[in-house]
């Protein structure tokens, strides 16, 4: 076990906490640089895709983790990204300024969406997100002259500077910084004033308010930038896919997107990313081994949502912290061998309701 | 009257036919500790949430007289409160659950922030250094109500008690003048609550915060008020020192009910 020894403040405030955390998110950064070199292309693809989807987890978990605002149409502001990203760059606009216009118009948008979201809580927020999904969805279809409706919309590859990026390689890299930048944004937020103020609005509205939290803004805040991490996880992913329809940003995705968030675990940084590796392997997984089984279960259609929807609700049943929580507790096990006993994560409930002023 | 902090004029508030709040005037000076008894439903709570401006008064004003001058309260938002340096806890504990204990305390910390979104986003170096001071203020809350052991516990696994002294905590983070108090004592033992009428004093006399409490336990409010104001049916019943509202005739009967009420249960002895 690690007991560490505090002596300054800015122990709690640094990033890395101990030396340890140097050690592993270093390594863990090596062998992203690296995998271009360790994997092949099919694979380096799909890591491609877990940036991405970390990127768009993280704003997600930035809504439903840490503010408690849950968003069933998160799918709509990465379509809002990945079509702003086409049109700008057939504009002939280069990466960056494109970019920075996914990203903001989508926060934009979020800030539209998060206005009716100050006097809508819980089941009717997911609600009012939902047919705002099913809104973006269709203006996506319908307004052909902007977005080429149904046929769809071809993406370029990124122009950086005068460079284009043709390679796999060369995108992944893009992505790999952006991630980077994101998860440090976000981390720097949940550790100043302001993540602490999304965190109490989830945990209580009402004395977060008696401490002076501005609830409004700190709710319109918080679903855009989560919405301007959507928007750049889209352009990411419309740029990866190079062609995209209005069917990709459908409330599937919106659903995939929560399914991600759930499962890696509500309420932490590390498991947006856990999700998004867990959302783009299971498919992978499920392929691999559909050879093994027998083809009366192989090819049955379906078989993926039905895997899908089984690991939901276990993790729902048994896992509610998701893949982080899990890895937390074998982490502990392992720190505490062999005094590991039964009922350690058993959690007392508490019996003291509190009738909350609403 | 100049030592005058918070002032309620004719309030009154109206939820459909009942009337919670009737006409209650009183007023809170500077240094005090001033306590709102009753029975159930007199109304002590919906005065409290009507101060922390969670309710509107269908009638009637507050008027604080803090340092930024003379402020109508009612015309504040809710949020705005904690700015002025009114701070509060609640009846039923409201703390940030799935936080640590410090944590709690630097939302308290909150109204004193000076940095924006996108210094926080990159952690700027002002940021850095107005965390230290937060820190710097949270420990001394900290030590002043020994919660040292608790610092680094989620709030979640506490028991009540403790749970009741960080939410103490957490309001006296945003450094107020007026504390407000709704039943400080409810759910703690006889222990429990000696150190919080410790705690209690201590905060007005070395820290002079102003405190506007509700409790029931009559020992405590004996032990630390200054004033008391009697409500029953969310009118004022008396005003004054603690001796004295226990005593005066319409507390006993808004408590214990009238002696002709219970004649006609009186058996005819000769």
């Not at chain 1, 269709?138 to 409706?149: D, P």
């Not at chain 1, 939290?213 to 750049?232: C, D, E, P, Q």
Request: glycine content about 10%; overall charge neutral.
């Amino acid at each position: 076990m690690r007991f560490i020894f505090k002596t300054h403040y800015n122990q709690d405030i640094q990033l890395a906490k101990h030396s340890g955390h140097v050690f592993w998110y270093g390594l863990l950064l090596l062998l992203l640089v690296l995998s271009p070199v360790l994997l092949d292309e099919y694979w380096l693809a799909q890591l491609t895709f877990v940036l991405i989807y970390g990127i768009v987890g993280l704003g997600l978990m930035l809504l439903a983790g840490f503010t408690g605002l849950f968003s069933i149409g998160h799918a709509a502001f990465l379509g809002v990204g990945a079509y702003t990203q086409a049109v700008c760059t057939q504009a002939g606009m280069s990466f960056v300024p494109a970019l920075i216009c996914a990203t903001g118009l989508s926060a934009a948008v979020g800030v539209l969406v998060g206005l009716p979201a100050l006097r809508i809580k819980g089941i009717y927020l997911g609600i009012a997100t939902l047919s705002f999904g099913f809104i973006v969805e269709e203006v996506l279809a319908r307004w052909e002259s902007v977005t080429g409706g149904n046929a769809g919309i071809h993406l370029k590859a990124p122009n950086l500077w005068g460079h284009t990026v043709n390679s796999a390689e060369g995108f992944y890299f893009l992505c790999l910084v952006l991630a980077v930048i994101s998860t440090l944004g976000v981390l720097n937020l949940l550790r100043s004033p302001t993540g602490r103020a999304f965190v109490a609005i989830r945990d209580s509205e009402i004395s977060a308010q008696s401490m002076g939290i501005h609830l409004a803004y700190y709710k319109t805040l918080s679903f855009a930038v989560s919405a301007a991490l959507a928007g750049l996880g889209g352009a990411l992913y419309g740029h990866k896919m190079q062609f995209i329809s209005p069917d990709q940003f459908s409330v599937l995705q919106s659903i995939d997107l929560l399914l991600m968030i759930v499962v890696g675990g509500l309420g932490s940084v590390h498991g947006a990313f856990l999700g998004a590796l867990f959302l783009i392997v299971l498919p992978q997984l499920i392929s691999l081994t559909k050879d093994s089984l027998p083809d009366a279960i192989a090819l049955a259609p379906g078989l993926q949502s039905l895997v899908y929807g089984l690991v939901l609700i276990a993790f729902v049943l048994f896992e509610p912290m998701g893949l982080y929580g899990r890895w937390l507790k074998v982490r502990t096990y392992l720190q505490v061998f062999p005094f590991y006993r039964r009922g350690l994560f058993k959690r007392q409930k508490t019996f003291q309701k509190s009738e909350r002023v609403r | 009257m100049s030592d005058t902090l918070l002032q309620a004029h004719d309030l009154s508030v109206q939820f459909g036919g009942v009337r919670a709040v009737h006409e209650v005037n009183f007023d809170v000076r500077q240094g005090e500790v001033f306590t709102l008894i009753g029975p159930n439903g007199a109304g002590k709570t919906t005065v409290f949430n009507l101060i922390s401006r969670i309710y509107n008064p269908t009638h009637g004003h507050i008027t604080w007289h803090g340092p930024q001058g003379v402020v109508n309260l009612t015309q504040r938002p809710p949020h705005s409160m904690a700015q002025l340096g009114i701070a509060r806890t609640f009846q039923n504990i409201e703390l940030f659950e799935h936080a640590s204990v410090l944590q709690n305390l630097l939302i308290g910390r909150h109204v004193h922030q000076q940095t924006g979104f996108w210094q926080n986003l990159l952690f700027t170096p002002a940021v850095r250094r107005s965390e230290r001071a937060f820190r710097a203020y949270a420990e001394q809350v900290i030590e002043l109500l020994d919660l040292q052991h608790h610092r680094d516990a989620l709030v979640a696994g506490l028991p009540y008690g403790v749970r009741k002294v960080v939410e103490l905590a957490r309001a006296l983070c945003t450094d107020p003048k007026l504390l407000l108090l709704d039943e400080p004592s409810s759910g703690l033992n006889t222990e429990e609550t000696d150190d919080m009428a410790f705690w209690i004093r201590d905060i007005q006399q070395e820290l002079g915060v102003t405190i506007l409490m509700v409790e029931h336990d009559m020992r405590l409010v004996s032990m630390v008020s200054d004033r008391v104001l009697a409500m029953n049916q969310g009118q004022v019943l008396a005003l004054g020192s603690p001796s004295e509202v226990q005593s005066h005739p319409r507390v006993v009967e808004a408590y214990l009910g009238s002696a002709d009420d219970v004649s006609h249960l009186r058996r005819n002895t000769p």
